[in-house]
């Protein structure tokens, strides 16, 4: 046996055949879209994949070709990992002071969650709603939540994957006021 074959023998058996990420393939495929920009929203970065007034375009699973011309810039948020593995997708309306980030909880074609899209730059929910709407189909529309922009930076700041992207720490806190209320 070679000096090499042992070495990666060795390592096989340390690492119980899982390679570090740097010898095997990348896990996920890089973003289907070509960046035509960067843009910062409220101390976000966002790799901007269409902007205002371009025309997004794709095939859908039966193979049927779409388009969709920008309302708004579309991307993501840079250094976010979504449900998708890719970084969590974003519209950015024109409210540059919006106090809250609204979260589509998207659906597939057969109403199941799909990944989370925040509407950045919108002063409320129904103009987030109309915001999504003008550039998908209802049948994608899921609930949206709204979250607070702090709070949306924070959970960013994790690193971790999001999905279902939600102000869980606002929710727990009224559930645990409930639970003092009632037990008085």
């Not at 023998?9 to 055949?17: D, I, P």
């Not at 495929?29 to 070509?34: C, D, F, R, T």
């Not at 976010?80 to 980030?101: F, L, Q, T, W």
Request: hydrophobic share 30%; glycine share 8%; proline share 4%.
């Amino acid at each position: 046996m070679t000096e090499l074959a042992q070495r990666v023998a060795r390592m096989e058996h340390r690492t119980q055949g899982k390679y570090p990420e740097k010898l095997t393939e990348k896990k996920h495929p890089p973003k289907k879209y070509k960046l035509e920009g960067h843009m910062s929203f409220q101390g976000l970065r966002i790799a901007v994949e269409n902007k205002k007034g371009s025309t997004r375009s794709g095939h859908d699973k039966d193979g049927k070709p779409w388009h969709t011309l920008m309302k708004a810039p579309y991307g993501y948020i840079v250094g976010s990992k979504g449900a998708d593995d890719e970084g969590v997708d974003c519209y950015v309306g024109p409210s540059k002071d919006a106090v809250n980030a609204y979260v589509v909880h998207q659906k597939k074609d057969n109403g199941d969650y799909d990944e989370d899209k925040v509407m950045l730059g919108c002063d409320s929910l129904d103009e987030a709603r109309k915001l999504y709407l003008v550039h998908n189909t209802s049948k994608f529309l899921g609930p949206i939540k709204e979250v607070p922009m702090e709070r949306l930076k924070a959970l960013l700041s994790e690193k971790k994957t999001l999905t279902k992207i939600s102000s869980v720490t606002y929710a727990g806190f009224a559930d645990e006021l409930t639970a003092i209320w009632s037990s008085r």
